[in-house]
């Protein structure tokens, strides 16, 4: 992990590769990370950057792996997978997330997208199967309830360098 | 938390808790921490002063316990190495202390644990193609990766029966058996040798190949072989056996893990679009080819459930279905049908050539196989188009597909055999035919020629003919001769063709190869041609190739696997009679393996269709053990049922092969364990085994059932109470609407409240100047209020005014939830609304009893009022809280009221556990004196009400998640059931008190922060449950009057405060206030009620309080 880390630093900072940060745009040139529809959410989240520009140390880079490696229970997984999907950082997943979300995983393109219909309609099957206490948003515990019971969730989130 | 988490020892326990509650709140995303954790960090702290050497063992186990599960936990990883840091140097700094071999020990497994992880990063270069699979699944997720871990897993078992074959069958043989062309059977007959390296006879398995010890034909049939007498014949049977026994244990294991593994995802459950969505995407994709297909199948999945969701409800004209869905059907069905009369036909014929022709084409030879593959390779495909006509759903369909191909498998592979074996029926009856022919033949030409002899010899005066009949005689000497060259040829060559074992395991050896050649062929030409033509030509075609038809094959991995599994199935069923089969299929599986992965990721693109991995294992697994079922039946009937060939094989010349058992047993075991053995298998024995075996089974699948039954309940719980819950919600969104029509009525009811209050405690004028001042109230305040109103009076009800009273705090206690509704966020809904409805509830409740109330006077009122509320919750409890209580009277009221604020928690989460508990504080209680109580009542209040706001507190975080509630009702418990333990220490309570005060105040501060209205509720539950305290006092008239004094005192802080909060309104600026005015009041009230029971300069003390709160006002 740390050649991989250090590949990604341009030569002069090799040597201090353990203090160096690496900008967001770099990470993100990674092969496992470059077809990810959530590369900026995972860079986001796994940064530890004050200036929020996203880059991350050898400190985050190698969280970034633990949680995404086999050994990680899936109450991390979840948890992360939470703060992935949750876009706007609150703490809770709302319709604009969830829209969000459905966006990404459907991709840019006009054909792919959902209509406004389908939208709602999926959105509306969503809370209605998660959302547990009926306030119109899932919080990270009916996250983890649901994600839970998914047969194949830990499985697929992960990655492997 | 984590930082607290880091430094838990070192620092003071206030300090440590205050930030640990801060950062509880302040991060949304720390980690919650367990409860038990919780505790053991107080104990922790308490120990890193004190120096029990017990005390400091504990806190190493707890912090190493830290250092175990901090892994587990999602802080950052500066966050994890700092934590495991100082746990680390606390534990070396502490150990130390304790005992040398400890710290030996420590560094012992340090040193295993690193020797371990080394071995194990040694072991993973050592995986076969470990890399490979990773990069595949880097490019096309698990479910292909799937297929290849599976495919190594079948070259796993393989190697293992290979080896077993190798070792013990082939080897010895080879070693210590007799020596190429020594005899009959391992010779080439000589007219067979001069074509026995032809490439053609080598094709076909023959020649030299199949006098060798790739076949059964070879092995020797001597009992012993070599100087130490190596059984072979006996280590041939049991070898055989064992292949299979292996390959079921094994199977069966992974079976079970797997089954394991997968056990938490029940079906039933139904998350369909929350999985489709939120685990639909495979991380591990790294391929932009790959996603982009990913991300496709992705639509298409959410689409679907959409449609399914919208058709669910309609109904659809089923006939055009139904009936294309019979015509497939009845397609496959002849499909399936005409496969296997193929195959049998072209054995058929294939037997016919062999008996009329003498030298077979290439073609002929290969025949059978090359038909059984065409047909495995072609079938396929042709039921995915029949697939086509029945519009399924894309997942039945593909379930109908493989059963559909599993089955023409198995078709062909039964076919097969079926013929094959009747082919070897045929044979030996031609066998014994030639023999006889033969026979007759030469005698009958002897016969013949006698009788020749005679006429000529007789008719000696034709002389004429005489050179005819010498002519003829040396005609018919050399026919005769040919003739029983001819026999002798046959005899000598008889025994070697006449090998049906032989002839079955150069058939199915045959059939793999062709197998192999077909899936080489297919992958070259299918993927790679394919790919390589779509590729390049695709610029100068007329349409776009990439994206119409011919497009880069798909990785079907279902259908790669059904023939991964039906290729096992024929290594099962020829292993017997080649023993190299397993070697050869090693061979195999490894250029499969290279070719594959090559081909998927030069050529192929992923199924569209999403094939999910977990689930998958195991039907991989399913498919392989039916197939090894029924492999396994034919070889084993052939075992049983044929005899084996006379001049070949280990087995020569025994009736049955598995008689070689039962002789070995006889000869080479002593006689008492012959005895044994005639006893056992005598049916004295054998029936009663097998009665138990039955009965064994059937009682193990009575349990099974039961398991399941119980299984099932335990799902229905959950379910129901799921449902509950979404009722429960339901309920409260009444509840509040009903609310909202109450709300006009409020200020009346607070002035009944107040007056109720004041006749409590012998009404004095200057409580209704207050009432003034309420009556401005609006919306917050009021609920504050209302709140501490309606609980004192759902219990404490021994007052006069108290029945003309219930019907405003009925009416009150509707009033706070719209307030709360009005201003909150709705994501604190549920969490808010809890309180007023269940408080809401019991007043309802009272309603309903309220014809009791004139009539009681007695404290058997309270039963009557809290019995219904109690009802609400959990009956059984309440019953025996009501047994409790009532030989208690007086003292016990208060309990009374407070137990029903826990249980209002409580009841919520159902957990039997806490029922239990509360049961067992009640007799903790129940045992002290009524005049003890007194002063007990205040220093508990003040030590519980943060309990109260504590244990809300953590049910905002979780939810609905019952387990973890209940930790943490756990924890929240402890600490009073210590304060319970210990009456006697003022001090510590003071102190305790102090400290929960403290933590309350922080809590309070958080919630601030998060302008919660939620949070809000719960800090106002101290006051009220302060007030209750009060309000019960003047029941127990034995007191002394200053005690009477201090209530009102504190009473009346206690409106001033409340006053303070409703006085600003919508504003929670000034609700902060308020909080701080509870906090400081609390501290100070313990300090009083200490000094209360000394009974000194009550009045002076009770009036600062509540001059401080109104200076802060």
New interface residues.
Partial sequence: AYKRFSELLPKEERENAYSARVPKSQILTLPELRANPFQHRICHVFSTSETGDDSMSFEDFLDMLSVFSDSATSDIKSHYAFRIFDFDNDGILDRKDLEHLVNCLTGQGEESQLSGAEMEQLIQNILEESDIDKDGTINLSEFQHVVSRSPDFASSFKIVL | MAAAQGSPALRAAKSCKKQRTVKRQTG??T?QEPPHSNSDDDTGEEKAESHDPEQIFQNIQYQKEIMSNI????W???QK?RALRQAKEIVLKYEGRLTRTRGYQAAGAELWKKFIRLAYNFVVIFIPWEMRI?KI??HF??GVASYFIFLRWLFGINIVLTIMTGAFVVLPELLAGAPFGSTVSKTIPKEHIASAQDLDTIWSLGGYLQYSVLFYGYYGRDRKIGKAGYRLPLAYFLVGMAVFAYSFIILLKKMAKNSRM?L???SD???????R????????????E???SK??A??NS??E??LE??EKKKSKNLAVTISLRIIANILVLLSLAGSIYIIYFVVDRSQRLERTKKELTLWEKNEVSVVVSLITMIAPSAFELVAALEMYHPRTTLRFQLARVLVLYLGNLYSLIIALLDKVDSMSVTDSDVNTNASNSTISLASNTLSKDDNLTIPNVQIKRNGFVTLEEHRTQGLTDSLVNQTISFNTQNPQDQCWETYVGQEMLKLSIIDMIFTVASILLIDFFRGLCVRYLSDCWCWDLESKFPEYGEFKIAENVLHLVYNQGMIWMGAFFSPCLPAFNVLKLIGLMYLRSWAVLTCNVPHQQVF????SNNFYLAMLLFMLFLCMLPTIFAIARYKPSLSCGPFSGQEKIYDIVSETIQNDFPTWFNTVITYISSPVVVLPALLLLFMLIYYLQSIARSLKFTNNQLRMKIQTE?TE??KK??QMAVARIQNLDANDKRPEQETDIISQESSARSSTPRKNGSVLNFESPVSKGTRIQTISQSVPQAVPTTDVVRPANTTPTTLTSLTPAPSVSSVQK?????ITNRYPSVVHRSASELCKTKPYTPVTFKKHTEDVHSDPLFRKAIRQVNSDALGARAPVFLGCRPYATRYFLVNENESRKKSLRSTSRLQRHFRKEESRDIIELYPRHVRRYVVRTPHQMYSPHPSE?????EE?EKEFMNGSHRPRSLSDLRPGSRFYIGDHADGHILMSKDLGRVHYKSWDDGFELDLDRPPYAYKKVHLNYPEPRAKPKSKQKLEQSLTESDSISIESSSDPQNSSNDQYIQVIHTKDKYPKTGAKLTKKKSKTSVDLSMSEPSELVCSNV
């Fill in positions: 949304i995303y980690y892994r587990c936990r999602p950052p990883m500066r190495l990773k699944e880097s997720g698990s997968s938490a995802s029940a459950e139904n998350y369909t679009f929350c999985w969505l939120f685990c639909a995407w495979d991380y591990l994709i790294g391929n932009p790959a996603a982009e991300a496709a992705i639509v959410i689409r459930a959409i969701e919208q999910r991995a977990s689930r799921r819950d979404k919600v339901v709705p994501r604190n809904d549920h975080d979780e939810e609905d998640e973890l």
